[in-house]
């Protein structure tokens, strides 16, 4: 079975241009995460898609981020524009039904260095 | 919301000795779980050991267990004749069935296992 997938797995910027990344699920796996884990801390959630719809967003800085599952499937995060602290680790997770019901499997991750 | 706390920042082990890592947790809520995540350098995050907290009997997952303390708050992560390649961060987590519901991370103990 293969695993979440996330491109580009590194990226480096200047402040405030802009960014995407890209995150294809398990297959079948209708519950969706995306995580931020700044250097020397556990991944925090920025949101969570359910199908195509948001669950929780509550810590997406909506001003500067934005995301979307448009078929349910793939999702894309973005960042417009970027500041030096969104330097970190994006990772995008997938379950089967939402968690903790089901386990949450984790992509390789996108390292983004923002100069 | 839960909160978790890591207070060994990095702990190292003897090839095949027996470790233990440390997590406390905080939550209101009465239906939660909890989790052991390993995360290898350059490599992706993988669910090692999970518990529900209704559930008296410590989990185990072949050389790895828990020690699950409810009244305490405590859950220890114990990896027994330990190898290199269990060398990693590992990240104790608390997700809440009900509340904010989301899987919030500690900030991570560094494992280096000597040969």
């Known amino acids: 079975e293969a695993g979440v997938a996330q491109s580009p797995r590194y990226k480096i910027i200047e402040k405030r241009q802009s960014v995407a990344f890209w995150c294809n699920p398990i297959?079948?796996?209708?519950?969706l995460y995306w995580y931020q884990q700044i250097l020397g801390q556990g991944p925090k959630l920025l949101i969570q898609?359910?199908?195509?719809?948001?669950?929780?967003d509550s810590q997406l800085p909506k001003d500067r981020f934005s995301a979307e599952r448009l078929k349910g499937v793939d999702s894309t995060l973005k960042i417009q524009p970027a500041k030096l602290e969104d330097s970190a680790v994006y990772l995008c997770?997938?379950?089967?039904?939402?968690?903790?019901?089901?386990?949450?499997?984790f992509g390789p991750g996108t390292r983004l260095t923002v100069l | 919301a839960q909160t978790v706390t890591q207070s060994q920042p990095e702990m190292s082990v003897q090839e095949a000795e027996t470790v233990t890592l440390s997590c406390t947790y905080d939550?209101?809520?009465?239906?939660?779980?909890l989790f052991w995540y390993k995360q290898p350098p350059s490599r992706q995050m993988i669910l090692v050991i999970r518990?529900?907290?209704?559930?008296?009997q410590n989990a185990t997952e072949n050389r790895f267990s828990v020690n699950f303390q409810k009244a305490a708050k405590s859950f220890s992560l114990k990896i027994s004749d330990s190898q290199l390649g269990d060398a990693a961060m590992y990240f104790c987590a608390c997700q809440t069935q009900g509340g904010s519901e989301k899987l919030v991370f500690g900030k991570g103990t560094k494992l280096t296992v000597n040969p």
């Open positions: 518990q529900e907290a209704y559930k008296q």
């Open positions: 939550t209101s809520e009465s239906d939660y779980y």
């Open positions: 997770a997938s379950s089967l039904a939402p968690a903790p019901r089901d386990t949450q499997y």
């Open positions: 898609f359910q199908n195509n719809g948001v669950v929780d």
């Open positions: 297959s079948g796996h209708a519950t």
